[in-house]
């Protein structure tokens, strides 16, 4: 059972959400859906984060999988190391 953090990107994904629209945030980085969920985190400890938005608009949602507001970029991809 895996259950290491696998970081898909830094930068966040601006994405265009749907009011009423149930939608599932990547939270451990495998999914090939990015930034949202495909399943592939099965087997592991992580889980999806599901959030419906109240109105039509446009997001940051999280891509370093570090944010301390889930599914949303609070900047926290700026604090990361780098290669």
Not at 16 to 37: D, H, M, N, Y
Not at 44 to 51: A, D, G, H, L, M
Request: charged letters at 25%; hydrophobic letters at 25%; a positive charge.
């Amino acid at each position: 059972m895996a259950n290491h953090y696998d970081n898909s990107g830094f930068q966040p994904a601006k994405v265009r959400v749907i009011k009423g629209k149930l939608e599932a945030w990547c939270s451990c980085g495998r999914s090939l859906k990015q930034p949202f969920c495909d399943g592939t985190h099965r087997g592991t400890t992580f889980k999806p984060v599901k959030f419906t938005p109240d109105e039509d608009r446009e997001v940051l949602l999280c891509m370093c999988k570090q944010t301390k507001n889930p599914p949303f970029c609070d900047g926290s991809h700026k604090n990361l190391p780098t290669e």
